[in-house]
């Protein structure tokens, strides 16, 4: 079976069931559902604090098969999913799902569940080291879905993905389950990924190293949600969970690559009062973030929001005036932290607000530019953040194909040649995002417009800025490094990438090795 | 049939259905279920601000029988509901229940609609004015239900209550549905009891008077709730949303109740840090919040939190370091809206936050003092604020039943006699808040301790504050005024009264002329 970007899907995946075929990124709209919850009511009087995690293992009665979930805006800091797991693990259940919004080298204590079964699936929207390598060799008994950050709770909203219990990571926390993120040693600001999960999952439970007296304002996850809160010594090692500084790139291809991105965006006409705009933490990313801003500057123009993952870069810019708030689904750094702690303008947003394509409207729905990277895009503006050039998992979606599909102008900044490998092939091997809902690609050498853009084709034809088809760019990248040999995939499917809409865009298969 | 109350109720009741009896304000907890959502998702590129209500029930399909719902922070200054109706009633749309949270003087266009057969239904938890009358007198069709601040939001998440289209009025909105109640000229501050509104409606419409551009920040009702925004000129009267001041009672007999109500809470042995604590606007409520404060200052406490609706008065304890937090679920003044607006300690709290008993915990379970007010009380300590004394309705529980079920010490102050009718009664005309979950009486006269306080008699026992059982209470004040007549009710009921847990704890009858 193909679905409609040709990609060989099985009509049913043992361990992930029927698959329902990506059709199209704008055809699966309209009246959609959300589920009901069970909820244990809570009496004047109750008490929800316990002493451990097993404790709360035990008030729960945690199961073989449960699926269990965790945010993931600890990051690389994170000690909540191992804690956890080592307690779960220590008692000899089996079959666990892991429904984290993000996998990180941290996480390598997975590894060993995984082999001996007490891990049977995982649920996410990012991984990345030696957990993704494992789910890589097929040592995971189920496929893994890889899911995106406004796919997973459009998931869980709907029922696709059911979670028994929730464990959140909480930075400060009080008695009666009051949660947020911008005060205690692990501070992270935003607990965007984390609301869905308070809201669907049958149980969930609060676990902090800063247990404050009543009430944990401001209040990011209300009592409300909360049934359990546990004291531990530590959530998080702070060095792994924000970066001091995320820096700009220092490389001039990447600052060549941000100034003919600044460009194209100037020329498309979008740079005006009310502009909204998103991009990622990456060097050259930022580096447009920092051209854009000088031509904000220029122009006076004020926009009006910035979104997504929050570094300083972004913060200066609210605080300079460029733009009018900010909408926060996740901090990258202290400065960003401190800023979402003190700005009402810097507001926080869920998971589902950010990008989840069955509410009524995502933030994402009202960006103007998105920058996005890639690790491979293909002649159909296809684009590859999941898997590598050996075919091993190293990333996912995150935002990836939510903010694509949204933004007006969603523009792929990517050096064209990247480890001696050209990053534009024929086919990519894994498509995270459809390439109808890219509009550009800028490289160091040009630039290649999505033919459906027309009318920025047109905008974009007095320039100087060197204009290819997304071929002839592929074409020139060859002619440098020559045609790279496509890496040999097996048949064993140990991954599903479901596109934001909960329909299957592609599976990733195990490299031959 | 007869509730454990003793109140008699038939079994089912035309217009309303088969009644739950109230059994008891902690007997139905346990495992509840939030109902599920149908949504219209929001494709990129889609708009939703329309240019008239008309526009709007146009879009939604307005039909006979649907139940609308409104929020009651505009209180007596809301054009909204009016507006609506106007425009519903030139349909000759027939059969519309109104699911107003609360209903005022103002709404008096509606007494009209009920006589011709446009409403025919009304679930409010307060009401007052022309309305409260027409209902008394037996012209809506079906009974209207009394619910409780609390009781509202678990009857829309269970699917009790359900909503059609929820009109939203927004002091600001901007066009993609993101709405606040700090900014524009009908700011009201908190929007707590409109958000589970906006989160379980099949349809939400936002209606300003002020749209702004996006984003609308702060946002308290986020865009992914809402379908449609149409702007108006007005949504409201600010003199009757928010009045400027609310003022201590300057009566020497509710100041001497003030003081004795304070010194029970002292006695109480809950003024100690982390003190919470609620009141209402009234006169005397104020000046039991003025008479605590001087005692937090003298005592040097400092509370958890203030929660309820909001005053200036709170708002200046909370500046002075006498509360850390404010719970707000609605701001009574101009200097509550401007705390809301700019103090992060200032939190908003939904309806359901506030006071519903079936999710994982009320802010009103955390509560230590609650200072309530009362038209009647029995001597099974059930309090009355649904009808006054000729048994027509003038008011509902709003937080009352609420609160009084979660508060450790739940206070009734008041008047021994008002308008030469003693307030304390062998049988209240109608129950509003069950006995057993007041815990005390002051009156000017003396207190009277529920009995099954015991703990509360000894702590109370040492002190010079006249103590008299409740029924002794009732005699001394009928000796001054004499045994008042009962009112004579007809067979004919015209209001269900349900307590927070959706069980029918009394039910209104019509009065005989």
């Not at 698959?19 to 959300?34: P, R, S």
């Not at 069970?38 to 699926?67: C, F, Q, R």
């Amino acid at each position: 079976m193909k679905n409609v970007l040709g990609r060989e899907i099985p009509d049913y995946i043992e361990g992930y069931g029927k698959v329902e075929l990506f059709k199209g990124a704008f055809k699966n709209y309209g009246l959609k559902e959300k589920i009901g919850v069970k909820v244990n009511s809570v009496k004047p009087g109750e008490e929800k604090l316990l002493d451990s995690i097993d404790d709360a293992l035990n008030k729960i009665g945690i199961k073989d098969g449960m699926t269990i979930s965790f945010h993931h805006h600890l990051r690389n800091g994170d000690f909540v999913l191992n804690n956890v797991m080592h307690a779960i693990a220590k008692r000899g259940i089996k079959d666990i799902v892991i429904a984290a919004s993000s996998i990180f080298p941290v996480h390598e204590p997975l590894v060993e569940y995984i082999k001996n079964g007490i891990v049977t699936g995982i649920v996410t929207n990012y991984m990345s080291g030696p957990v993704a390598e494992a789910v890589s060799k097929g040592l995971l008994k189920k496929p893994a879905i890889m899911m995106t950050h406004g796919g997973r709770p459009r998931a869980i909203e709907s029922g696709d993905l059911h979670i028994d219990i929730a464990f959140i990571g909480a930075p400060t926390a009080d008695t009666y389950g009051n949660i947020n993120g911008v005060y205690g040693n692990a501070a992270c600001g935003s607990l965007g990924y984390a609301t869905v999960d308070a809201e669907y999952a049958d149980k969930v439970v609060a676990i902090t190293d800063n247990l404050v007296t009543y009430p944990a304002c401001p209040i990011e996850i209300s009592q409300i949600y909360v049934d359990y809160v546990v004291k531990v010594d530590s959530i998080g090692n702070p060095a792994g969970i924000v970066s001091g500084t995320t820096k700009i790139t220092k490389d001039p291809v990447g600052l060549k690559i941000a100034k003919i991105a600044t460009k194209v965006i100037e020329l498309s006409g979008l740079v005006k009062d009310g502009l909204s705009f998103q991009t990622g933490a990456g060097g050259t990313s930022l580096a447009v973030a920092e051209e854009l801003k000088n031509l904000m500057r220029e122009k006076s123009v004020v926009g009006s929001f910035a979104a997504g993952g929050i570094t300083g870069y972004i913060v200066e810019m609210l605080e300079e005036g460029l733009f009018r708030n900010i909408f926060d689904v996740q901090c990258f750094d202290l400065k960003a932290v401190e800023s979402y702690r003190h700005n009402p303008k810097h507001q926080g947003m869920s998971g589902s607000m950010y990008g989840n394509p069955h509410n009524k409207g995502a933030v994402v729905n009202n960006l103007d530019v998105m920058i996005l990277g890639a690790t491979e895009i293909d002649i159909d503006f296809n684009v590859n953040v999941t898997t590598g050039s050996s075919g091993v998992i190293m990333g996912g979606s995150g935002g990836h194909s939510d903010t694509a599909a949204g933004a007006k102008l969603a523009m792929v900044v990517t050096n064209l040649i990247k480890g001696r490998l050209p990053i534009i092939k024929d086919s990519v091997t894994t498509v995270t995002t459809p390439g109808e809902s890219i509009d550009i690609v800028v490289t160091e050498w040009g630039i290649a417009v999505n033919p459906k853009r027309k009318d920025l084709i047109e905008k974009l034809s007095s320039s100087s800025i060197p204009t290819m088809t997304i071929k002839e760019l592929k074409e020139l990248a060859e002619k440098m490094t020559g045609k790279p040999e496509a890496i040999e995939m097996s048949d064993e499917i140990v991954a599903i990438v479901e596109y934001r809409d909960g329909t299957v865009i592609d599976v990733v298969r195990k490299p031959v090795d």
